[in-house]
């Protein structure tokens, strides 16, 4: 049985003018089938999936692929994206659940438009802003990575990729309102009566108290201060006189 990559591609595409070709799929270990020569046999090939294949690095493809668009890679085993320098007219790519750690390597994509990087590595998030270098890019995905996992992610992409339009698969805009109408709303109690009614009332009726407090407090000290009249109250000059009868009695 002939397991050479033209009689591969010539037995899953059915045709025998691989040249014709603008797709393909295929399913391939690395170490069994070399995918170098790919671009002498499918010269015109603009979309290659090889999803659920075992390869350990993008530079298996070579750099003859100049005019492939649409490259699929999910789940293939790959540790690094070295090797996309060699597709120079890729505008999507889907890398999904493999093992990157660093996107820097697609910064030479100048017609990169979606990258989907789901479920890999990522944990810096600092990688991304070599991505500023492709003008097309429209949609980026690092869902299920380390670093989407980290505060202030979202922000940080929109700070690094201001014109990047959408970030797994929503709009950054979305974002951006969500966050100005939080900022809005939050200056709006700072700068407004930031006293609920409910704490206004309760202050008003502690003033009350305090008042009633003074109030009471100086009504006591008068009364400290002032002798009560009472008609019972023996003065020094009648506890005298009484005194003079009595001796004058026992006299």
Not at 16 to 36: F, H, N, P, T, Y
Not at 53 to 62: A, D, N, P, V
Not at 184 to 211: F, H, R
């Amino acid at each position: 049985m002939d397991h050479t990559l033209p009689h591969l591609l010539r037995q899953v595409s059915g045709t025998e003018d691989l040249a014709s070709l603008r797709s393909i799929k295929l399913r391939v270990i690395g170490r069994e089938m070399s995918l170098q020569r790919l671009c002498v046999y499918v010269p015109n090939l603009t979309e290659l999936n090889l999803d659920g294949s075992s390869i350990g690095s993008l530079r298996e493809l070579g750099c003859g692929l100049s005019g492939l668009r649409v490259l699929r890679v999910t789940r293939c085993c790959l540790d690094s994206l070295d090797g996309t320098f060699g597709l120079s007219s890729l505008a999507e790519l889907y890398a999904a659940y493999n093992r990157v750690q660093d996107v820097g390597y697609l910064a030479c994509l100048s017609n990169i438009e979606h990258i989907d990087l789901r479920g890999n590595r990522v944990h810096d998030i600092r990688y991304a802003g070599f991505l500023t270098v492709c003008p097309f890019l429209r949609e980026l995905v690092l869902a299920e990575n380390p670093c989407a996992a980290k505060p202030g992610y979202r922000a940080a992409i929109r700070e690094m990729l201001p014109a990047l339009p959408t970030l797994d698969g929503v709009a950054l805009c979305n974002y951006q309102q969500d966050d100005d109408t939080d900022s809005t709303s939050t200056a709006s109690l700072s700068l407004g009566d930031s006293t609920p009614a409910g704490g206004q009332a309760a202050a008003q009726d502690g003033v009350a108290d305090d008042e009633h407090e003074v109030q009471g407090a100086e009504e006591e000290e008068e009364d400290a201060v002032e002798p009560k009249d009472s008609g019972d109250a023996v003065t020094p000059v009648d506890a005298f006189t009484e005194a003079t009868d009595v001796s004058k009695e026992c006299a």
